[in-house]
T-cell receptor
Framework: GAVVSQHPSWVICKSGTSVKIECRSL??????MFWYRQFPKQSLMLMAT?????????EQGVEKDKFLINHASLTLSTLTVTSAHPEDSSFYIC?????????????FGPGTRLTVT | AQSVSQHNHHVILSEAASLELGCNYS??????LFWYVQYPGQHLQLLLK??????LVKGIKGFEAEFIKSKFSFNLRKPSVQWSDTAEYFC??????????????FGTGTRLQVTL
């Protein structure tokens, strides 16, 4: 099946700094990528939908200036957490949808654990 | 907007026991339905999906799910669980025919613990 990678797998940063997380579709081109946040023992919460070459669509309550998303190519989307604070500590997961399956299946990355100290 | 509820938060079963995890959704239109599994320390993997046709769908590792439209349900079943099935299970739904705007909505998940 399709493979989605994320880098880094975990990161620790100091409060006030910014962190960039990369999401890559390795063997397919993803016109749409999604960014989720998962708190311990909770479900995935969609943060934003990213379409290649256009601005991301953010879910209600997600600060677009804090969580910058860039989908510069068909295989790469990045999430930058700006001026991170301890409450931003979480597990961030990206997923990508294969072309031709609009409304269909998504493939998920392994996630990035962010800890802000 | 759609919503998904999973009523079983934590299920503990002995090996060889039968499994049924509940999933109900709320949405006014037609949907695609999914079950994902997240093994400890691993990423989400698709177990099975329903788009149309036979409401009883079979997935990987012996799992199956039945879509009952009248009940807005898509329960996951396995006749005999194994210790290796210990994982978190998520039901998800997206609205059909909404093109690139379509996005998955997840349930809160059910933690399955299988004991030897």
């Amino acid at each position: 099946g399709a493979v989605v990678s994320q880098h880094p797998s975990w990161v620790i940063c100091k409060s006030g700094t910014s962190v960039k997380i990369e999401c890559r579709s390795l063997d397919f081109q993803a016109t749409t990528m999604f960014w989720y946040r998962q708190f311990p023992k909770q479900s995935l919460m969609l943060m934003a939908t990213s379409n290649e070459g256009s601005k991301a669509t953010y879910e209600q309550g997600v600060e677009k200036d804090k969580f910058l998303i860039n989908h510069a190519s068909l295989t790469l989307s990045t999430l930058t957490v700006t001026s991170a604070h301890p409450e931003d500590s979480s597990f961030y997961i990206c997923s990508a949808r294969t072309p031709g399956l609009a409304g269909g299946e998504q493939y998920f990355g392994p996630g990035t654990r962010l800890t802000v100290t | 907007a759609q919503s998904v509820s999973q009523h079983n938060h934590h299920v503990i079963l002995s090996e060889a026991a039968s499994l049924e995890l509940g999933c109900n959704y709320s949405y006014g239109g037609t949907v695609n339905l999914f079950w994902y599994v997240q093994y400890p320390g691993q990423h989400l993997q698709l177990l099975l999906k329903y788009f149309s046709g036979d409401p009883l769908v079979k997935g990987i590792k012996g799992f199956e799910a039945e879509f009952i439209k009248s009940k807005f349900s898509f329960n996951l079943r396995k006749p005999s669980v194994q210790w290796s099935d210990t994982a978190e299970y998520f039901c998800a739904v997206n609205a059909k025919n909404t093109g690139t705007a379509s996005k998955l909505t997840f349930g809160t998940g059910t933690r399955l613990q299988v004991t030897l």
